[in-house]
């Protein structure tokens, strides 16, 4: 089976610029995960949708995160304006079922704000 | 909220030696899952691991989830180099739409 699909693989913006990151999950998956990795850190959920619908965005700064997942299918990420302490990989991934599925991660994207 | 945390935070070990890391929750966990990430890769799933006790070996990896739900183990027996990486656990959040939280990972060298 085709694996998730992320792009870019890398960015680099300035700080207040913003930017989108884009994931396509494995076919059939229903529930889609956004995290984000600092490096040498383990993976932070920054928002979890179940079909097209958000389970969990706890942890999102809503104040300049934003994150859309029409149709239930692919999903985009954005982040309006950027700041320094963005910078991370930018993980997404996909699961069959929920949390108790194991999820499958995609290459993630590598945002570097400058 | 729930927290998990992994020790060590590192390991160095020489090639044929074995290794450990350690997961523990501040809360009883439903079910917990280990990954693992290669240097500039992404985690890939290893087990799942679901009932009290349970033991699960996959070749030289050994994993344990503890009586009480709320810590876990894997041993590797005689590394090689290919099993350099970051092994991180996760488990569902219960009160966040059961939300998996990753521990900060640790992170193994294998040196020949």
């Known amino acids: 089976e085709a694996g998730v699909a992320q792009s870019p693989r890398y960015k680099i913006i300035e700080k207040r610029q913003s930017v989108a990151f884009w994931c396509n999950p494995i076919s059939g998956h229903a529930t889609l995960y956004w995290y984000q990795q600092i490096l040498g850190q383990g993976p932070k959920l920054l928002i979890q949708?179940?079909?097209?619908?958000?389970?969990?965005d706890s942890q999102l700064p809503k104040d300049r995160f934003s994150a859309e997942r029409l149709k239930g299918v692919d999903s985009t990420l954005k982040i309006q304006p950027a700041k320094l302490e963005d910078s991370a990989v930018y993980l997404c991934?996909?699961?069959?079922?929920?949390?108790?599925?194991?999820?499958?991660f995609g290459n993630g994207t590598r945002l570097t704000v400058t | 909220g729930q927290q998990v945390m992994q020790i060590p935070q590192y390991q160095h070990v020489q090639e044929g030696e074995d290794f450990t890391t350690y997961c523990n929750s501040s809360t009883t966990l439903s079910n917990i899952q280990w990954y693992k990430q290669r240097p500039g890769g992404h985690p890939v799933f290893l087990i799942q691991?679901?009932?009290?006790?349970e033991v699960k070996k996959q070749k030289r990896l050994t994993f344990q989830f503890g009586e009480a739900k709320k810590n876990s183990s894997l041993h590797i027996t005689a590394t090689q180099t290919t099993d350099v990486g970051t092994y991180f656990c996760a488990g569902p959040e219960s009160n966040s739409g059961y939300a998996l939280n990753f521990g900060k990972g640790t992170s193994l060298l294998v040196t020949p």
């Open positions: 691991l679901v009932k009290s006790g």
């Open positions: 991934a996909s699961s069959i079922r929920d949390s108790w599925s194991p999820l499958h």
């Open positions: 949708f179940q079909n097209n619908g958000v389970v969990d």
